[in-house]
């Protein structure tokens, strides 16, 4: 029993070496799931000596990886310290050298360590600690497995934790940095810095790193999409995420709004992004609901309201945190949800446009009533939109980093389908 299992072990290391040298991969593809009571979305990594399984926030403008886990710190025998000065340290955009002198050195205590902050979305904690590598697992589109033998993430303090998901042990970031999970895969892999995310309501989507290919249906949504410019924002908008001048998140220029056929008449300067960094739109997984500027909330929340009146759409009081919620009872169902006035945020043209239908921007808060899902984010929020998770759901994303284009598709309810048939051929 022993000797045939070390080597049908054995036989699969050398299956696994040989698909990593042999055979370039097209695209990596992870799981993403919502969680349903804090509604965040995360997805699965395996990493270290034992491939340890590790569930973390998927965070779309997030810097880097970063976990603790005591699961890891066990079998870590293959971690390694990123060291000050040396190219990994160059290329993570490190900030500072860590001393720390536990005998023998441990994940989280190492001299001489590359450092950085991570940073906690949820709670705005950012925790200082010291860089380190170890080899992360990956599945490629057709089924292999391969390695990133020099993954670099940081070994977090566990209070970081705090505010993640029940079950979650850190976040994994997709933002604009060169260790970001797309850049470090792209970078080991040769492949294009790109990566399409398909964020379910319910059920498992998939994050698909580097190209396809996509199942047949995706295929051929994938064919028809919009596309529009991912502008960067010169200041960074949260504590330390920025490289260089630039923030690591991905902001799309908004450039106005519009409920059924109505432009909404807002204050121009909140859309675009100042020299100080404030105003403009991101996209952020790691927000439950759009968050809007109060201007903006306000007059998308009145022409709502007026729009659904005319619908005989019934208003009730409104139940935190929205502003306006109705009586679900007067409301019509179809195929992309429940019947209100379309919500369109327009990008470089008329004709490029995002649009929400009741799906994504409605919420239901109790069998009878339906709020509308965007939040007043009050006067003086730093970005005046931040499209969140209700707002993204059910939509192909694709990310082109390389060429800073995002390509997006209509509601994949309109194609009968949803994130979670989203999936490699
Ligand atoms: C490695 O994983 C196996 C199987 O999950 C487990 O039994 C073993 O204890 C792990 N080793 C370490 C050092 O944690
Ligand atoms: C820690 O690293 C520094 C810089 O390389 C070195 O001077 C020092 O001796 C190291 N300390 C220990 C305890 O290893
Ligand atoms: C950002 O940095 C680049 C290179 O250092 C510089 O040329 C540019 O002017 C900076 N932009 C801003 C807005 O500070
Ligand atoms: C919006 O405009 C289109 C085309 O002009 C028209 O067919 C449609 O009925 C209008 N919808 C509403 C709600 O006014
Ligand atoms: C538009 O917004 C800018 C930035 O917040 C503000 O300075 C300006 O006063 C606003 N203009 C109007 C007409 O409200």
């Known amino acids: 029993m022993v000797p045939s299992l070390v080597i049908t072990l054995f036989s699969f290391l050398v299956l696994f070496s040989l698909s990593n040298a042999a055979t370039k991969p097209k695209g990596f593809i992870f799981p993403i799931k919502k969680d349903s009571t804090s509604l965040q979305y995360y997805t699965t990594i395996q990493i270290g000596a034992n491939s340890t399984s590790l569930d973390v926030v998927v965070d779309l403008g997030g810097k880097f990886f970063w976990f603790n886990s005591a699961e890891y710190f066990s079998a870590a025998s293959t971690y390694r310290p990123i060291r000050c000065g040396t190219k990994l340290c160059r290329i993570a955009n490190g900030v500072g050298c860590v001393f720390c002198f536990l005998s023998p050195p441990v994940p989280g205590c190492t001299n001489n360590t590359c450092s950085d902050y991570a940073h906690n979305p949820f709670t705005g904690t950012l925790g200082y600690s010291g860089l380190g590598e170890d080899t992360l697992h990956v599945y490629a589109t057709n089924g292999a497995k391969y390695v990133s033998p020099h993954f670099p993430f940081q070994f977090s303090d566990p209070v970081l934790r705090e505010g993640l998901a029940t079950g979650t042990q850190g976040l994994i970031g997709l933002g604009r940095t060169n260790i970001a999970l797309q850049a470090q895969l792209a970078s080991s892999f040769k492949l294009r810095q790109k990566f399409a995310l398909c964020v379910p309501s319910s059920g498992d989507g998939n994050i698909i790193i580097g190209g396809g290919p996509y199942n047949a249906a995706f295929q051929k949504i994938s064919k028809s999409l919009f596309s529009t410019s991912?502008?960067?924002?010169?200041?960074?908008?949260?504590?330390?995420?920025?490289?260089?001048?630039?923030?690591?998140?991905?902001?799309?220029?908004?450039?106005?709004?519009?409920?059924?056929?109505?432009?909404?008449?807002?204050?121009?300067?909140?859309?675009?992004?100042?020299?100080?960094?404030?105003?403009?739109?991101n996209l952020r997984t790691v927000r439950p609901y759009t968050i809007l500027h109060t201007s903006i909330f306000r007059a998308l929340a009145n022409e709502f309201v007026k729009e659904a009146a005319a619908m005989n759409i019934k208003r009730v009081a409104s139940v935190a945190p929205f502003?306006?919620?109705?009586?679900?009872?007067?409301?019509?169902?179809?195929?992309?949800?429940?019947?209100?006035?379309?919500?369109?945020?327009?990008?470089?043209?008329?004709?490029?446009?995002?649009?929400?239908?009741?799906?994504?921007?409605?919420?239901?808060?109790?069998?009878?009533?339906?709020?509308?899902?965007?939040?007043?984010?009050?006067?003086?929020?730093?970005?005046?939109?931040?499209?969140?998770?209700?707002?993204?759901?059910?939509?192909?994303?694709?990310?082109?980093?390389?060429?800073?284009?995002?390509r997006f598709s209509p509601s994949l309810q309109l194609s009968d389908t949803s994130c979670s048939q989203f999936k490699a051929s």
């Open 230 to 281: 991912l502008i960067r924002n010169p200041v960074a908008t949260w504590p330390n995420e920025k490289i260089g001048n630039l923030t690591v998140e991905y902001f799309i220029n908004v450039k106005s709004i519009r409920v059924g056929n109505k432009t909404l008449s807002l204050n121009a300067t909140l859309l675009s992004i100042d020299k100080n960094g404030n105003g403009g739109t």
């Open 323 to 406: 502003g306006a919620c109705f009586n679900s009872k007067t409301i019509a169902n179809s195929k992309t949800g429940p019947v209100v006035p379309t919500i369109d945020l327009v990008l470089q043209s008329k004709s490029v446009y995002w649009r929400f239908y009741g799906s994504n921007s409605m919420v239901k808060v109790n069998n009878d009533v339906l709020c509308l899902g965007f939040v007043d984010g009050g006067l003086d929020p730093i970005t005046s939109i931040s499209v969140g998770g209700h707002q993204l759901e059910n939509y192909l994303l694709e990310f082109d980093v390389t060429s800073s284009k995002l």
